[in-house]
């Protein structure tokens, strides 16, 4: 069983930057593609980002590439999410999430195994 836990949410001002991190425990990421998912009110889970269990394949949504940068350190078990120049529309909890083992990343929710808690993110006008 992973246990994910995301941090480094919180209140910004529009064109300003977070970086978020995902601590896994209970056992090793280092070979499970990771992704970053948000969900604003009222809205459905949609996808921000993933990465491959290595590092070499990254995948963005349209309405974050070139903002924000996924990444990973399977030593300290955790990946992050860099958040640039960001704007209102980007308000929303955030989730990262893993998919089991030596699988491609990808961009579907239904295909991610565990889950963390998320994290808020809230950008001010």
């Known amino acids: 069983q992973v246990r994910l836990v995301e941090s480094g949410g919180g209140l910004v001002q529009a064109g300003g930057s977070l970086r978020l991190s995902c601590a896994a425990s209970?056992?090793?990421?280092?070979?499970?593609?990771m992704g970053w998912f948000r969900q604003a009110p009222g809205k459905e889970r949609e996808f921000v980002a993933t990465?491959?269990?290595?590092?070499?394949?990254?995948y963005y949504a349209d309405a974050v590439k070139g903002r924000f940068t996924i990444s990973r350190d399977n030593v300290k078990n955790t990946v992050y999410l860099q958040m640039n120049s960001l704007k209102p529309e980007d308000t929303a909890v955030y989730y990262c999430?893993?998919?089991?083992?030596?699988?491609?990343?990808?961009?579907?929710?239904?295909?991610?195994?565990?889950w963390g808690q998320g994290t808020q993110v809230t950008v001010s006008s």
């Open positions: 990465i491959s269990w290595n590092g070499s394949r990254t």
């Open positions: 999430a893993a998919k089991r083992g030596y699988t491609g990343p990808s961009r579907n929710k239904d295909d991610y195994d565990f």
């Open positions: 209970g056992r090793t990421i280092s070979t499970y593609p």
